[in-house]
């Protein structure tokens, strides 16, 4: 049975975090002298001399209407991988507690993991690239605080089989992490709206990806408000700064652009699904729900340094497990696919 209280580290169930000159005033003023700003304004504008939201309350009643997820649910941070650190220093003891992940899949699990002295147990995916539950299960132990999933997974693409997730969640009495960076990309529908259902479930997901806010390093994680509320104890003070959140808050409101863009970035997935298979250097596509494809080709080393003197970058994976010669390819603009497909066209008669 979950029970959060119990996966708490004791440190951080007693910790008193910290508490910023914005935490401890609430209602309007007009006179503020209590941060030590420069109260002259800054070179930029007169807005940023003045320390953020510490709890970016704006952007989550936006995102509250776009998610279809309460504000209490939400935390934001400095990229997913901020979110991956909090969770791993808040339930796991180092040298003690271990995580478990399912490789292939993203990489900052592990280095976070071992960042924090955190020990990794690994269970591979199938070679169809799903969950292994029956190996999951023994790979479980007492001190297991968290299992990290990745769905649509980076770098095989392919979303997890709703059901052995639903398994897993329903079975497993520690956290849970489902990383969605894809699921807009996705046939599958989030996790996102099943939270009450699953108390032990963090959702994640990012700006980077389908709203092109890469640069400006916001990542949600969505979970109970008890989750929610340990991490915002750890998080720094002003963990978002203030022109990221600008910048959020404008976004937010372009949901239309950003559905267009989606659109044809799956279009153009296809059109890669279906023309990369006619080149004989190509091996296999697998299939995606994301937005970038990895393809299984011939001498996945050689291909990647020829494509990188024609100035293409792709990314080799050949030394990933299950994934020997391959390339994950982001899916580009309509000219960017084009002289991708125009590259490998070389390798037919090398």
């Known amino acids: 049975m979950f029970n959060l209280d119990v996966l708490i580290r004791p440190n951080i169930k007693s910790l008193v975090p910290y508490s910023s000159a914005r935490d401890e005033f609430k ?3 007009k006179v503020f002298l209590d941060a030590n700003e420069n109260s002259l304004g800054s070179p930029l504008t007169k807005w940023y001399n003045r320390y953020p939201d510490p709890l970016q309350w704006a952007i ?8 279809g997820v309460a504000p209490k649910n939400i935390f934001l941070g400095n990229g997913s991988d901020e979110c991956i650190d909090i969770l791993i220093r808040a339930f796991c003891e180092p040298g003690m507690d271990n995580i478990v992940i399912v490789p292939p899949t993203y990489g900052m699990y592990e280095v976070s993991a071992n960042i ?13 690239f799903q969950l292994d539950l029956p ?10 605080k968290i299992i990290f999933l990745c769905s649509p997974n980076n770098p095989t693409a392919n979303s997890l089989n709703r059901e052995d997730v639903e398994i897993l969640l329903n079975n497993y009495f520690g956290i849970v992490v489902m990383d969605e960076a894809y699921i807009n990309f996705s046939r599958q529908k989030s996790f996102v709206l099943e939270l009450e259902d699953y108390p032990n479930m963090v959702v994640l997901q990012t700006l980077s990806k389908a709203w092109g806010l890469a640069a400006l390093r916001v990542g949600m994680a969505f979970a109970s408000e008890a ?6 104890k750890i998080k720094p003070p002003y963990n978002i700064n203030q022109a990221s959140q600008d910048l959020v808050l404008k976004a937010l409101d372009e949901v239309d652009q950003v559905n267009e863009m989606i659109r044809l970035l799956v279009q153009e997935r296809t059109r890669l699904e279906n023309t990369l298979p006619g080149l004989n250097c190509v091996l296999k596509v697998y299939p995606s729900d994301a937005n970038f494809l990895l393809v299984k080709v011939i001498d996945a080393k050689k291909i990647y340094k020829d494509l990188l003197e024609k100035g293409i970058v792709v990314r080799d994976r050949s030394n990933v497990i299950l994934c020997d010669d391959c390339l994950r390819i982001t899916v580009g603009t309509e000219k960017e696919n084009d002289a991708l497909i125009q590259a490998l066209k070389y390798h037919n008669n090398p």
């Open 27 to 29: 209602g309007d003023a």
């Open 116 to 128: 924090n002295n955190v020990a990794i147990r690994k269970v591979p995916l199938t070679t169809d």
């Open 227 to 232: 989750i929610i509320g340990v991490m915002n």
């Open 135 to 144: 190996a999951l299960e023994e790979a479980v132990d007492e001190r297991t």
């Open 60 to 67: 989550k009643e936006k995102l509250s209407i776009v998610k």
